[in-house]
């Protein structure tokens, strides 16, 4: 596994200068937030603000998410209209 800089930048309308010191904090903390749920592994992260740009920079970030169990509640397949070639009666209720 590599690891590598990601960089992450987002152009938009001017922004209040005040505001700046918040947003790019807020932005920060945010992707690193995401980061961990999503258990990848970095260094190190910095963030930059201007009027028109956040960017934030994530050291030695692993360039591939360890593998993971996902289990997600849906429909059962036997009562779904893949399962039977035809709508279900929960579908049929929905019309």
Known sequence: MRHETLLLEIGTEELPPKSLLA?????????????????FNYSDVAAFATPRRLAVIVSACEDVQPEQLIQRKGWMIVNSTIATLRPSQHLVDLR
């Open 23 to 39: 947003l790019k904090t807020a932005f920060a903390e945010n992707l690193k937030k995401a980061l961990d749920a999503r258990q």
